[in-house]
């Protein structure tokens, strides 16, 4: 089973609501870091990778078909070369709602974990964001950066930009499927995130 989708938008961008949305549109199971924090293996794997482990792309995404959040976005380059038939979606805000997002959940989470090889730690302050997570302007700065490179790397047929609030049209066009009789996904706000997922594994 290869990816069909891959996500390149940071976390706190609407992922989650992405993935649930792609479940919905019959692009799931949808890898997304609430499946590294469920599971050992998967734990175990992308720690690895983070570490510096060559990675086995078809193992580490094994019965998934499509992927959103840390840790794959990190990966972005690698795996629109692996996948080269996968579409490509960038999930997007402005960056001060972003930076107040990530700022009460994610950064919250980082500074309450006692795990230095979490991939909260490991891979998203220090690689993601080379160790300052909690700088405002170094943050704003990375995910602008990020933006940029995703829009100047991928195709433009291969590429969707989805805003935060642009729900089904756009990206059932970008996938070719129809709009389900359904609302937009609407998950892991800020409330839910801290009360679920504060503590990254």
Known sequence: MAIKIIGTGFGRTGTDSMREALSILGYGPCHHMSAVNTNEEQ???????????APDWNTLF???V??????SAYYWRELIDFYPDARVILTWRSPESWWESFEKTIVAGIATSQEPDSLGVALI???????RPQDRAAAIAAYEANVEAVIATVPAERLLVHRLGDGWEPLCAHLGV?????PYPNRNNTKDFRSTWLSLK
């Open 125 to 131: 302050a220090k690689q993601v964001f080379a160790g």
């Open 62 to 64: 094994s019965g998934y």
């Open 66 to 71: 499509s992927c959103m959040d840390w840790p």
């Open 43 to 53: 734990k175990r794997l992308w720690r690895a990778l983070a570490k510096g482990a």
């Open 178 to 182: 129809a709009v389900p009789d359904q």
